[in-house]
């Protein structure tokens, strides 16, 4: 039996266990800005005892464990980032294999799982096979074996025994939690078995839904009071977890939890294990909200307390107008790198984008040399319909503007000018929309305001031009944008051109933003009352504002033809989706979002279109086409299955529904 199955049980660890032998991982990590926790690793340390004789070599295995930290800035490591329906590319696939997205085009199987977690296979939680969360969790079982002993690392301070401890408590929290939103019902590895322990004592079983989220609350409860608020030497220790972290993403696990996949859900009512206990609670029950509710509440307390807060542009010596600082303030929220950027609850720096930035970014001049800007991240056209009218309220409920006939061709005039290019002629629904549609999304005709601007300002700024016979058009073998629609909020405003390739200013990827958690408790609020109270409001309007819009009560109140949808529970909570979903797009949240919320059957099966890319003419690209057609199977595809070697190993796992 493979030791990846045999070295884990909650219930039946036993005191001396037989120490493991473990050749530690040896992981490369370059990073432009290196942090000193990320740059060492352990060497091939020929016995545990090694790893914790000395201070040094210990701090080493913390570095281990988070090492497993899921690079979710990469866009082929990120889960949810393709796996949905918000991203789409070409299917030549140059260069950028993407097995989230071959899920979204349903081809996940339970043979060989694509971005298997359980394991590590197939990009699941690492750049290569073995990668596994539950490898992490042993890692982290060990660390924890080791230096709770306080006859161990005599060098080491009672002070930074509980900070380590704290932080891999924490590390173990999240690969769990992580398996949880993938799998739902795990089995829980409190500490590793010994090599001697039986066949049967290491054939685990998956405990119920419920059980393993209260299990790892209870870590994070355990991990919050020894974890430091802020970090304070930036030069070493930028991206260590810290208290508002461990907050954040306790909020995160009860969001999940309180949330119609796994509260009430009657589609698992059968779903149990070999000896018949049941892995899913299918009764409904509204105090998962309230603790929902009260974590996200913590959540933002300690963030702010900590100084966290919604991120503003600085400004620039460059002469530019408000509209395109309005611009530069909602990328910012994710560009901005962490080390200034006060939003960024937590941001990952083992976690860098420059292949994001890179497959999201469109050529905007003829002297880019192509592979530098390779254009393939598209979002389809529903997801340039989800943004708001400029009024701050959904296209179709809009009273005042007249989005009927949105594919209909319309020329930009002199006032439009910093969102699209004077004299321009675009599709009327790339007009009179909210200031996160131009910051978020690239289309053809739409201005790009970047540092190199040839004008040093934004008026005579770059402007992006797609159909084929132009720059960014359709005109390269796999490295052409699928829809006509492009990412431009993941790329820093910092991005250069240059006639020998692209520079990009990397960033560490955003775990949590402060527009996140405000997000989180206005929902988990709004589910725990009979009507929406003024602190349901507050928070959605706080991110409102900084978006540029109106409050929530103005704007349905003055321009939509449900002026009181607001005013009842079922209307904020539709008005709440769809805020969360524009506010946190192309961040790897709406794939999770849509699935706890029950609606991927609803929105996954819709078809995916975009423009004619491929035409020279605008009367002729601007036509819509089906690019495809999801088939999302309801209930299987809401779980992930485990592997079917898996389930041979060890009998006494049972798999997911439908797989």
Aim: aromatic share 14%; glycine share 6%.
């Amino acid at each position: 039996m493979k030791i990846n199955n045999i070295l884990f049980r909650k219930d039946t660890a036993k005191p001396g266990l037989a120490k493991l032998m473990l050749a530690i991982l040896a992981i490369v990590i370059s990073i432009s800005s290196c942090k000193k926790y990320l740059d060492i690793v352990p060497d091939n340390v020929a016995t545990i005892d090694n790893a914790f004789t000395l201070r040094n070599e210990a701090e080493k295995y913390l570095f281990t464990c988070y090492s497993f930290l899921p690079k979710d800035g990469d866009p082929l490591l990120n889960a949810g980032f393709m796996a949905s329906d918000e991203i789409w590319t070409s299917l030549d696939e140059r260069e950028f294999i993407s097995y989230g997205w071959r899920m979204a085009r349903g081809s996940q199987g339970a043979e060989n799982p694509y971005l298997d977690a359980w394991n590590g296979r197939y990009q699941g939680g690492g750049n290569g096979d073995n990668f596994g969360m539950f490898k992490a969790i042993r890692n982290c079982n060990i660390f924890l074996e080791n230096v709770q002993d306080v006859s161990k690392i005599p060098d080491l301070s009672l002070d930074e025994r509980q900070r380590w401890i704290a932080e891999v408590k924490f590390l173990k929290a999240y690969y769990n939690f992580y398996l949880l939103r993938m799998y739902g019902p795990i089995p829980i590895i409190d500490v590793n078995l010994g090599i001697s322990a039986t066949e049967e004592d290491v054939r685990v079983k998956r405990m119920p839904f419920d059980e393993c989220v209260n299990y790892v609350v209870g870590l994070l409860d355990q991990a919050i009071p020894n974890l430091p608020q802020i970090i304070t030497d930036k030069s070493t220790e930028l991206g260590r977890i810290t208290k508002p972290i461990a907050l954040a993403i306790k909020a995160k696990l009860l969001l999940t939890a309180a949330s119609p996949l796994f509260n009430g859900n009657t589609d698992y009512s059968n779903f149990r294990d070999k000896d018949g206990v049941v892995l899913f609670n299918t009764t409904y029950d509204a105090n998962k909200w309230k603790r929902a509710s009260d974590a996200a509440k913590a959540a933002i307390e300690g963030a702010e307390a900590a100084g966290f807060k919604l991120y503003q542009f600085p400004g620039t010596t460059f002469k530019l107008s408000d509209t395109t600082l309005r611009q530069l303030t909602i990328k910012g929220a994710v560009t901005e790198r962490f080390n200034v950027n006060l939003e960024h609850v937590w941001a990952n720096p083992n976690s860098r984008t420059f292949n994001m930035q890179r497959a999201a970014m469109p050529r905007l001049a003829a002297t880019v040399v192509v592979g530098s800007a390779r254009q393939q991240l598209a979002p389809p056209l529903k997801i340039a319909e989800m943004f708001y009218s400029r009024n701050g309220v959904p296209i179709n409920e809009d009273k005042t503007l007249d989005f009927t006939n949105k594919y209909t061709l319309r020329t930009a005039v002199k006032s439009e000018r910093f969102y699209v290019k004077e004299g321009y002629t675009t599709a009327r629904i790339n007009f009179d929309r909210e200031p996160r549609f131009y910051a978020d999304l690239g289309f053809d005709g739409g201005v790009w305001y970047k540092y190199d601007s040839p004008t040093n300002s934004d008026e005579g700024t770059f402007v992006l031009e797609g159909k084929s016979n132009q720059v960014a058009g359709a005109n390269n073998f796999g490295w052409y944008n699928e829809t006509g629609y492009f990412i431009k909020k993941l790329v820093d405003w910092n991005m250069i051109n240059g006639t020998n390739g692209a520079s990009y200013r990397d960033y560490p990827w955003p775990q949590v933003r402060m527009a996140d958690l405000y997000l989180m408790y206005a929902e988990a609020l709004n589910e725990t009352l009979a009507s929406p109270s003024a602190d349901v409001y507050d928070y959605i309007n706080k991110i409102r504002t900084r978006a540029g819009l109106q409050t929530v009560q103005t704007s349905w109140t003055t321009y939509s033809n449900n002026p009181g949808k607001y005013t009842s529970k079922d209307g904020m909570r539709e008005i709440i989706q769809q805020e969360r979903l524009i506010e946190m797009a192309f961040e790897g949240s709406r794939y999770w979002d849509i699935k706890r919320w029950k609606r991927a059957a609803e929105m996954f099966n819709q078809s995916i279109t975009g423009w004619s890319v491929y035409q020279p003419t605008a009367s002729e690209y601007y036509r819509v086409r089906t690019i495809f057609n999801q088939n999302f199977v309801a209930p299987r595809d809401y779980l992930w299955p485990l592997r079917t070697y898996d389930l041979t190993v060890n009998p006494k796992l049972v798999q997911n529904p439908g797989w």
